[in-house]
Nanobody, 122 residues
Framework: QVQLIESGGGLVQAGGSLRLSCAASGRTISSYAMGWFRQAPGKEREFVAAIRWSVEYYADSLKGRFTISRDNAKNTVYLQMNSLKPEDTAVYYC?????????????????WGQGTEVTVSS
């Protein structure tokens, strides 16, 4: 079992930045793929970014604004979000995929955090 706790969400003005963190416990996640997803009200959960070792994978629409990184020593993955827009408003979730395959489908991930809410005001 892997437990994931997200933090760092909040209210920010458009154009601002936030850094989300996802701390894992229960197992060392260094060999796993880690992903970030988001879900806006009334919408399906969508892929944001994923990382395995040093290989990063992004949703095309978010490349250049969002950066995923990880600190294996801290068992933590991060999502740096810059130039935020109102349409980035959502609950952001991190997830673990034990198979270690970088993927954009929520169904491919094995464990999920509870989410952290991000609100971007115009």
């Amino acid at each position: 079992q892997v437990q994931l706790i997200e933090s760092g969400g909040g209210l920010v003005q458009a154009g601002g930045s936030l850094r989300l963190s996802c701390a894992a416990s229960g197992r060392t996640i260094s060999s796993y793929a880690m992903g970030w997803f988001r879900q806006a009200p009334g919408k399906e959960r969508e892929f944001v970014a994923a990382i395995r070792w040093s290989v990063e994978y992004y949703a095309d629409s978010l490349k250049g604004r969002f950066t995923i990184s990880r600190d294996n020593a801290k068992n933590t993955v991060y999502l740096q979000m810059n130039s935020l827009k109102p349409e980035d408003t959502a609950v952001y979730y991190c997830a673990v995929q034990k198979a270690g395959v970088l993927g954009n489908s929520p169904g491919a991930y094995d464990y999920w955090g509870q989410g952290t809410e991000v609100t971007v005001s115009s």
